[in-house]
């Protein structure tokens, strides 16, 4: 090869490189414009032309990782009433477009995708998130580019609330980590006659901060004893040094707001160290897959969850869901049925609204009152932006099921 | 086309970060998995000087950087010294223990729960201005004497010391500009997405940020900041194959380091020198036997 | 604070099994073998399925662990670190090339396997032994039993076999070694063999105590703080450095704060490498002019 034609070649090269690079750009740039929604949308496919641009909600949740479960179950009730609604007639005469897209449960994700939904889809809704760490950081973005949003099983108060003045924008359709404390609290020091509890919780978890610190409130103030705090970082297995620590406090029972598997290997480590004592824990304790890690060691906890699995009231629910997906909804707990609640205080306030404007919808939303829900009869308090008159239901775990005990309110 | 914008705006942060360690690393030839730390100490210290102390924003930018290279300065004076191996395992421990210890001072930081709500300052001019700034301060660095002390560091360290290049200090030089920087890109990525979580500048993102000069090219600025412009809006441009992105990130460090270590550009930069000499025709062979023992001229 | 010890040994010897995979390559090649979580995690996740798919015997489920692992770790050698060894790369690209097969293999399980945890049938009885004021559970005493057996048959063949006198001739310096008539390259997959089915050890017992995670492998970093602190390049190094590391770990989340247990191992790492690199045992690592 002469020097020459190294150079021709070199050169020829650089300017393909040159404009494949171009095209992959402009490509890029074109074909993101030409399919807004790279995620499912729920629209019916038109037979007649339509006049009106679609309703525009978007969703945020957990598609894949650990919270994969939940998330999936959320879509999937919501792509279902989206699609009923569209085949009866929309809402306000247009077809409701949903626009998804995975936040893994991450904080970061969930800023990342918020700002997608409203910058590229446009949407004057969402409905999200389900894990109350996610659902904080999704309220700032939200008040920042004013859109409303609907957390679903989103149990912090500062989803709502911020510095004791409500956020504007953010609303949720369960209860509040609070209520969750107080409920088992009361359950605890009444039913079960425990006078010392020790407690241990996530550092790194929005939910399960604040789940153990009102329980600590809660249980306080009845009278009872916080013998033992210990906490253990996002991402750990290994609690048997602070277990040991929680052992000889000698507590009667054991608050445990965890998620995930680290439920089921505290439990079995604490079973392991000789612990005798009962477990308590929150709504994140709903989850089949912890009877094949701690099944024995699991035997007669209590759990306090937001709705009842078995509530006749859920019935209808199911028996769609399961028509459309094949299966019943609640294996992997409540979120189904929260995203049902959450779908329906929306779809309710755009049309009191009359209007797919955020601002007038956020107004709606506060106005909220006894809307028929399946989780209860839903009103939205304008102090705090939460359900008002919540329940909560006491499970047992026994034998591999879950049992219900009682229907209690905080 | 916002959104678009705001992919550009990102790329344009990780970007500050990854030049700061085209120098560390290209230039200088020190291996760090430790500037997501850096990274850190800037973006916290600007959010919380603009939260708790009204510091205006483009000032607490400045702070922020500043906080950051300081720091490593103070880590720098003992780490440098430990060679090859101990000093990247060193900066690895580094980056993480500034993690975790912003995740265990929540009173301070928000810790593991996330520090919302930051002012905002960033758009995409600041970002190019920066963005550019930088590129010409460091060019201007590379090419001193300063700069060819940092590339003899990294060349053949011993000599360097024999020939009376004091290579401790370049290093420390080289670390501290470096870490100025990171902390500059972190504060400005807290001006930009205003909510900040440990999660963020962990080992994920010193890895990042190293594998994007790595994937560049050593001793080179172009090829940091092609390298940043594919890597870094790459996980918005496959959202769809989100899950891939890590498995692709991961075979293209694999690759490159056993294909081509030099990287997409490795020692090689364009410049306005190597642009001209593009254009001009290319050299012709002689043509003919040689008369007389003269070539025929061009 | 005696069960607190236990505790201490109890997570150490899951560093130990890890740690002394990673001292072995390094006192070989002269690298840290970042890859080598990944083998532990696949180890995990083989034994799972070995015991749920094929038979829920823990000792068919231990060797396809172990086999796997070699396996595996013999495979990236051969793919990723051998091209690089031959052209004669840097060390750091060895580095940086194991993170990349570790982000792979991490995120490989998590799109095909799937990213919730897998927990083992159980294997081990729940109970633990009552020995005076401590439990101790069962499956600790098996980790504690067949590292103890596992190093042993490594010391043995590290110093009555031929093989074994090649591997230290070769840590002491490869080169040389290969003048001596000693097949570097066989050398060097043997070195991952056994470093590859230490790990796939690791793997299922991790699995067992704390079920099959993507993440799983991102405990062997701690592994890799005690090979550290032990001192890298030193067998025995890592083990004590890992039984070290647990004990000092699970005592600062027992009397400081639980929270501030990583921070500790991190700066522990920190501080082992500024004012003793060589660690407890190790050889001081100089560059010769």
């Known amino acids: 090869m002469t020097r020459g034609m190294i150079w ?86 247009r077809k409701i477009k949903l626009s998804s897209y995975d936040n893994r449960m991450d904080q970061v994700e969930t800023t990342n995708a918020a700002r997608k939904l409203i910058e590229q889809n446009k949407v004057v ?31 912090n108060p500062a989803v709502t609330v911020k510095e004791s003045k409500v956020r504007p924008f953010s609303f949720r359709v369960c209860f509040i980590d609070p209520q969750q404390g107080a409920i088992m609290a009361k359950f605890a020091f009444d039913e079960l006659k425990a006078k010392k509890v020790a407690v241990l919780y996530e550092v790194g978890s929005d939910y399960s901060v604040g789940l153990s610190e009102f329980f600590q409130k809660s249980f306080k103030a009845l009278g009872g004893e916080i013998v033992a705090v210990e906490a253990y970082k996002t991402g750990d297995v290994d609690f048997r040094a602070q277990l040991t620590k929680i052992k000889a406090a000698k507590p009667d029972a054991i608050w445990l707001p965890a998620l995930y598997k680290e439920i089921g290997l505290a439990a079995n480590q604490a079973r392991q160290l000789g612990i005798k004592s009962t477990l308590l824990g929150g709504d994140s304790w709903f989850n089949l897959d912890l009877f094949t890690v701690a099944k024995a060691a699991v035997e007669g906890s209590y759990l306090v969850q937001p709705v009842a699995m078995d509530d006749p009231g859920l019935n209808d629910f199911k028996a769609r869901y399961k028509a459309k997906y094949g299966s019943e909804p609640g294996a992997e707990g409540a979120n189904a049925f929260f995203a049902n609640d959450a779908f329906s205080v929306l779809i309710d306030s755009i049309k009191r609204a009359g209007a797919d404007d955020p601002l007038k919808i956020r107004d709606e939303l506060e106005k909220t009152k006894a809307l028929p829900g399946i989780t209860g009869t839903l009103t939205i308090s304008k102090d705090d932006h939460n359900p008002v008159d919540k329940e909560g239901v006491i499970l047992k775990m026994e034998a591999g099921k879950y049992v219900f005990v009682k229907r209690t309110k905080p | 086309m916002e959104y678009w914008t705001g992919v550009l705006v990102i790329s344009g942060i990780n970007l500050i970060a ?32 603009a939260i708790r102390a009204g510091v205006p924003v483009p000032l607490g930018w400045a702070m922020g950087a500043v906080l950051a290279g300081a720091v490593s300065v ?53 970002v190019l201005v920066l963005d550019l700034m930088a590129i010409i301060a460091l060019r201007n660095f590379i090419g001193s004497r300063h700069g060819r002390n940092c590339v003899a560091v990294r060349e053949e360290e011993t000599a360097a010391e024999t020939v009376g290049i004091d290579t401790t200090r370049y290093k420390t030089i080289a670390l501290a500009i470096s870490a100025g920087l990171a902390g500059l890109s972190g504060a400005l990525m807290a001006s930009w997405i205003r909510y900040l979580h440990p999660s963020m500048f962990g080992l994920n993102k010193s890895t990042e940020i190293t594998i994007a000069v790595i994937l560049g090219g050593q001793g080179t600025l172009t090829g940091a900041v092609l390298a940043a412009m594919l890597l870094i809006p790459l996980p918005e441009v496959l959202r769809m194959a989100q899950e891939w992105r890590l498995v692709a990130y991961g075979l293209i460090v694999v690759l490159i380091s056993v294909l081509r270590p030099e990287g997409l550009f490795g020692y090689r930069e364009i410049t306005f020198e190597g642009f001209r000499r593009l254009c001009r025709r290319p050299p012709s062979p002689p043509s003919g036997p040689v008369l007389n023992g003269e070539e025929a001229s061009p | ?58 000792a068919v489920a231990l060797l396809a662990a172990m086999v796997g692992g070699g396996l595996l770790s013999i495979t990236y050698e051969i793919l990723a670190y051998r091209p690089l060894l031959i052209k004669g790369g840097r060390r750091l690209f060895l580095i940086i090339a194991g993170l990349g097969i570790s982000t792979i293999g991490e995120n490989l ?58 591997i230290r001739a070769a840590a002491h310096n490869l080169a040389t070694a290969g003048l001596m008539g000693v097949n570097s ?6 070195v991952f063999l056994i470093a590859g089915t230490l790990a796939g050890l690791a793997g299922i017992f991790l699995g067992v105590k704390y079920t099959a995670y993507p993440q799983l492998g991102a405990m062997t970093l701690k592994a890799f703080i005690s090979a550290v602190f032990g001192g890298l390049g030193s067998l025995p190094g890592a083990v004590a450095g890992a039984y070290a590391l647990g004990i000092l770990e699970t005592f600062v989340s027992a009397y400081i704060s639980s929270s501030m247990r990583d921070v500790f191992s991190f700066l522990l790492l920190v501080l082992v490498l500024l004012f003793r690199p060589q660690g407890l045992m190790g050889r001081p690592s100089g560059e010769k002019a």
């Open chain 1, 8 to 93: 021709l070649a070199r050169r020829t090269i650089m300017v393909i490189l040159v404009i494949l690079l171009t095209t992959a750009i402009v490509a890029g740039c074109v074909g993101e414009k030409k399919a807004p929604a790279p995620a499912p949308e729920a629209e019916k496919p038109a037979e007649a032309p339509k006049e009106k641009p679609p309703i525009s909600i978007g969703y945020l949740g957990p598609l894949t990782g650990d919270g994969a479960p939940w998330g999936k179950a959320e879509l999937n009730t919501l792509e279902m009433l989206v699609e009923d609604m569209n085949q009866k007639g929309g809402l306000l005469g």
């Open chain 1, 125 to 155: 809704a969402i409905i999200g998130t389900n894990s109350s760490s996610a659902s904080i950081a999704l309220a700032g973005v939200a008040e920042q580019y004013k859109i409303p949003h609907v957390a679903t099983t989103a149990t």
């Open chain 2, 18 to 49: 990854i030049l700061g360690v085209a120098l560390f690393t290209g230039f200088t030839g020190l291996f760090s998995f430790g500037h997501g730390g850096f990274m850190a100490i800037g973006a916290y210290a600007s959010a919380l000087f």
């Open chain 2, 74 to 126: 103070l880590i720098g004076y003992p780490a440098l010294r430990l060679r090859g191996d101990y000093f990247v395992i060193a900066t690895l421990g580094f980056g993480e223990t500034i993690r975790l210890l912003v995740e265990n001072s929540h009173k301070l930081t928000g810790g593991a729960r996330g520090l919302p709500d930051i002012p905002p300052g960033v758009n995409i001019w600041v």
């Open chain 3, 1 to 58: 604070m005696l069960q607190q010890i236990v505790n201490g040994l109890s997570i150490g010897s899951v560093y130990a099994l890890m740690a002394v995979g990673y001292s072995l390559v390094y006192s070989l090649l002269n690298f840290t073998n970042f890859a080598h979580g990944v083998v532990v995690t696949a180890g995990a996740y083989l034994a799972f399925f070995t015991l749920t798919l094929v038979r829920p015997s823990f």
């Open chain 3, 109 to 166: 399980i998590i799109l095909r396997i799937g990213g919730r945890f897998k927990a083992y049938p159980p294997i081990f009885p729940m109970e633990p032994l009552h020995v005076g004021p401590v439990e101790i559970a069962v499956v600790d005493i098996m980790i504690v039993a067949v590292s103890l057996i596992a190093l042993l048959i490594f010391q043995l063949i590290i110093s009555r076999t031929r093989a074994g006198l090649a």
């Open chain 3, 185 to 190: 390259d066989a050398l060097v997959i043997l």
